[in-house]
């Protein structure tokens, strides 16, 4: 038997035994439908604040490093009041807004690298 003969014939044991769905694989990781779920809402929030901080990005350096404090104020008030895990905790909240921080912050690049600077026509 060849290896393509054993990976294929496994696959159709797979196919003819329905316990192994990807549902029930996802599960064998630890990936449930909640954790699915919290991870959409966070990443949702990160690219909703990284939509905000590209909006308002302007040509001075320095005031932009200033402005990037804006996003995680309002990540860490929203995670208090309306958080994925941390439901009015403040210690909590503020890890979870690190979170959606950096991955706004990456969006936000990313946008900007995209389609230019929105305020500059560049």
């Known amino acids: 038997m060849t290896l393509l003969t054993v990976i294929c014939y496994s696959d159709l044991m797979n196919l003819a035994n329905p316990s192994n769905s990807r549902i029930d694989k996802l599960k064998d990781v630890g990936?449930?439908?909640g954790s699915i779920?919290?991870?959409v809402k966070v990443m949702l929030r990160a690219v909703l604040l990284g939509t905000f901080l590209y909006l308002i990005l302007t040509e001075d350096p320095d005031l932009?490093?200033?402005l990037?404090?804006?996003p995680y104020i309002i990540a860490v008030v929203w995670s208090y009041f309306d958080g994925v895990f941390a439901k009015r905790q403040w210690k909590i909240s503020f890890l979870e807004?690190?979170?959606i921080h950096i991955a706004?912050?990456?969006f936000g690049r990313m946008l900007?690298?995209?389609f230019?600077?929105?305020l500059l026509g560049a």
Do not use: C, D
């Open 104 to 106: 706004a912050v990456q």
């Open 31 to 33: 990936l449930t439908k």
């Open 68 to 70: 990037n404090i804006l």
């Open 112 to 114: 900007s690298f995209t």
């Open 116 to 118: 230019g600077n929105p």
């Open 64 to 66: 932009n490093l200033k």
């Open 97 to 99: 807004a690190v979170f």
């Open 37 to 39: 779920k919290a991870a």
